[in-house]
């Protein structure tokens, strides 16, 4: 099976920066779109930053110019830089990707991670 595992949450005050990490193991033969979500308490899981097709990636307005996406295929790790952080961007945030799994033939299968809970302090 797969899992994702995401680190680099925490605790920053406002304006601050953090880099989440989400790390991919298991049977991968080859990870395709990429996804970062998030869900602040009360409100509905929205996504924050994607990769739609290799070498391009989506952003949420909220966020845009602050966050940066990137990956490694080669390690199956992706990242989320963000950086001017504002109370606002506090929430758990979750990593998601479409996974091609050893013996699971050409689809992609939809994995998510556990999240990794980060707070901005004004």
């Known amino acids: 099976q797969v899992q994702l595992v995401e680190s680099g949450g925490g605790l920053v005050q406002w304006g601050g920066s953090l880099r989440l990490s989400c790390a991919a193991s298991?049977?991968?033969?080859?990870?395709?779109?990429i996804n970062w979500y998030r869900q602040a308490p009360g409100k509905q899981r929205e996504g924050v930053a994607g990769?739609?097709?290799?070498?391009?990636?989506s952003d949420a307005d909220s966020v845009k110019g602050r966050f940066t996406f990137s990956r490694d295929d080669a390690k199956n790790s992706f990242y989320l830089q963000k950086n001017s952080l504002k109370p606002e961007d506090t929430a758990v945030y979750y990593c998601?990707?479409?996974?091609?799994?050893?013996?699971?033939?050409?689809?992609?299968?939809?994995?998510w991670g556990q999240g990794t809970q980060v707070t901005v302090s004004s």
């Open positions: 990769d739609t097709s290799r070498g391009r990636s």
């Open positions: 998601n990707a479409g996974v091609q799994v050893a013996g699971g033939g050409p689809r992609k299968y939809d994995y």
């Open positions: 298991g049977s991968i033969l080859s990870i395709g779109t």
